[in-house]
């Protein structure tokens, strides 16, 4: 069964610094890694999609890597702003076992960035 | 946003009535979900649906059915509503079951509280 975990479970930065979320996942058969960021009392927003062939993918200040073989996802964000404050998840589509064609989400990490 | 309304957005009820949960999309996309979000255990799905009259079981099915008549519409129906079912619920939307380049749209949610 598949399992993600994300790490840290919060963060707490001050404006301009860059930083790092780190997914990880359990089972290397899936079909791709996807990153959401989730505001309070709303639902999730999808960030960025990274099939399971691509190494990574950019949307401006966003940049996520997938390394299929270690099991592990990070999301790069670039001179954080107080607007980036949100809970940032990440899921793994699933191509096989029980859980084929699903999503698994990780718990989440809830980033602060403070002026 | 992607075009999809949950309804209502927010449900007090009782232990042992039942509950209908209304999610409305005007994308015309194939596949729709409903996931229940809680502390401690992130997103989880409940049933989804891969076309009209076509539903299947998630991985937290039990006390949940799923209607779908229409493309658009995706019904969560609580048979008999109980504590351990106050959740946020969400549903989500894909043209390609989240494959390829497609990630998942989500609603707002709906905020339900069984006393």
């Known amino acids: 069964k598949q399992e993600v975990t994300q790490i840290p479970a919060a963060l707490s930065v001050p404006e301009g610094e860059n930083l790092v979320l780190n997914c990880s996942f359990t089972d290397s058969a899936i079909y791709n890694l996807q990153w959401f960021r989730q505001d309070p009392g709303k639902g999730l927003t999808s960030l960025l999609l990274?099939?399971?062939?691509?190494r990574e993918q950019t949307s401006g200040r966003l940049n996520a890597s997938l390394d299929k073989s270690s099991g592990r996802s990070t999301l790069y964000i670039a001179a954080s702003q107080p607007g980036d404050s949100a809970t940032y998840l990440c899921a793994a589509l699933n191509a096989g076992g029980t859980s084929y064609g699903k999503l698994t989400f990780g718990q989440g990490t809830i980033l602060t960035v403070h002026p | 946003d992607a075009g999809i309304t949950q309804s209502p957005r927010h449900k007090v009820t009782e232990t042992g009535t039942p509950v209908t949960l209304r999610c409305h999309q005007t994308e015309n996309h194939r596949y729709m979900y409903w996931y229940r979000q809680d502390p401690g255990h992130g997103l989880r799905l409940i049933h989804y649906?891969?076309?009209?009259?076509?539903?299947d079981k998630g991985e937290v099915s039990d006390g949940y059915s799923v209607s779908r008549s229409k493309t658009e519409d995706f019904l969560l129906t609580l048979e008999s509503a109980t504590s351990s079912q106050t959740s946020v619920y969400f549903c989500?939307?894909?043209?390609?079951?989240?494959?390829?380049?497609?990630?998942?749209?989500f609603g707002n949610g709906t905020r339900l509280t069984v006393t």
């Open positions: 649906s891969y076309g009209v009259k076509d539903t």
């Open positions: 989500a939307i894909s043209d390609l079951g989240g494959q390829g380049n497609s990630p998942l749209h």
């Open positions: 990274i099939q399971s062939s691509q």
